[in-house]
């Protein structure tokens, strides 16, 4: 019987670590990261005591990525590659599908299956959104998965939400797992309807102000608001948005016909709720309903990364870079949830334990 010590994993698309950290709670030995935004590498390398490799995955050999797993250790390779080609917004707004799969963010997820294909890991996991199962009429993924199968891999998928696993957040994701040795699936939900609320995720962290940081942790920073957005939040009830405000507060596009596509901006969260989906805007109070639930301000940074359930320890901030909060609400936006990695390292780790 296999155990989990035979393995190593490399996480292909790593950003912060939010995959990778998973399985480190689970008690995996990633030995590397794979990133080509190089303003992750403090916080991958700080938090997760794994190599970070600064390098476009469209350009990784297999000589390279081989390289990174110990000798006389078992494969595990897992990403997310980068998701924005397969957003709503894109799949909304394709009216040239053959000239966006062009697209050079299109190749990131055939040069995860070259990898693959040239590497052969004993297992692999692939998270992104739905959506990437029906763009281009499913061609991008079905070809993934048919290569794959071609490969000698038993292939499961489907869409979980995050929610269901513990992370205090609406997030829904289509996640792929593959084997050499048989089918296997993500473990069953461990909260359905017993979701972490955002009450329980950061009502207990210090109140702070707009444009302020709390003295205990410079993570903890929520950007300055306007005169008129300071106006907007206090208007807004908890869990409520725009349209519980006096029309003197609207913005145009709330007043046209088609401002009903804009329900959530200027929202407030609601304390026994999950949080909305995080996004690399987490911390705009327009961008979302990003706003705290109490306080006359959107969520902090530090709020946003508990929100993606990544431990309030986990460092962020490299003393040696310039603090840049948008840069750091990318990172956080775009990072997996930890508690959906530890739902996937978790799914492997049953697994192994079937294998030889």
Not at 73 to 91: D, E, M, T, W
């Amino acid at each position: 019987m296999a155990k989990i010590k035979d393995f190593a994993v490399v996480d292909l698309f790593c950003g912060i670590g939010g995959l990778t950290h998973g399985f480190i709670i689970e008690q995996f030995n990633v030995s590397a990261g794979v990133d080509f935004d190089n303003t992750c590498s403090y916080a991958y390398k700080t938090n997760n005591d794994a190599k970070f490799l600064y390098k476009d995955v469209t350009e990784l050999t297999a000589k390279e990525l081989n390289s990174l797993f110990p000798k006389n250790k078992r494969k595990i390779l897992v990403g997310c590659a980068p998701c924005q080609p397969f957003s709503i917004f894109n799949y909304k707004n394709n009216n040239n599908a053959e000239k966006q799969a062009e697209d050079s963010k299109w190749k990131l997820l055939y040069s995860f299956a070259d990898l693959i294909e040239a590497t052969q890991p004993e297992i692999v996991s692939m998270e992104n959104v739905p959506q990437l199962r029906n763009f281009n009429g499913g061609k991008v993924f079905n070809d993934f998965v048919e290569r794959l199968e071609a490969n000698g891999y038993y292939v499961s998928y489907g869409v979980f939400n995050a929610q269901d696993y513990g992370v205090p957040q609406r997030r829904k994701r289509l996640i792929l797992l593959a084997s050499k040795h048989s089918k296997f699936e993500l473990i069953p939900p461990t909260h359905k309807n017993n979701y972490v609320t955002v009450q329980q995720a950061i009502g207990h962290l210090p109140e702070i102000k707009d444009g302020e940081h709390s003295e205990d942790d410079f993570l903890h920073f929520a950007r300055k608001l306007t005169d008129i957005s300071k106006k907007r939040i206090k208007a807004t009830p908890e869990g409520g948005g725009w349209q519980d405000w006096d029309e003197s507060l609207l913005l145009e596009c709330h007043k046209k016909e088609g401002g009903q596509m804009y329900r959530s901006v200027y929202g407030r969260m609601a304390w026994k709720d999950v949080a909305p989906t995080m996004t690399t805007y987490c911390i705009g109070l327009n961008n979302g309903r990003f706003g705290h639930p109490k306080q006359d301000r959107a969520i902090s940074l530090r709020e946003a990364a508990i929100l993606q359930s990544f431990p309030e320890s986990y460092d962020l901030i490299d003393p040696d870079a310039i603090f840049n909060m948008q840069i750091l609400a990318r990172q956080i936006g775009n990072a997996v949830p930890v508690g959906l990695g530890q739902a996937i390292a978790k799914s492997i780790k049953n697994h192994i334990r079937v294998i030889n």
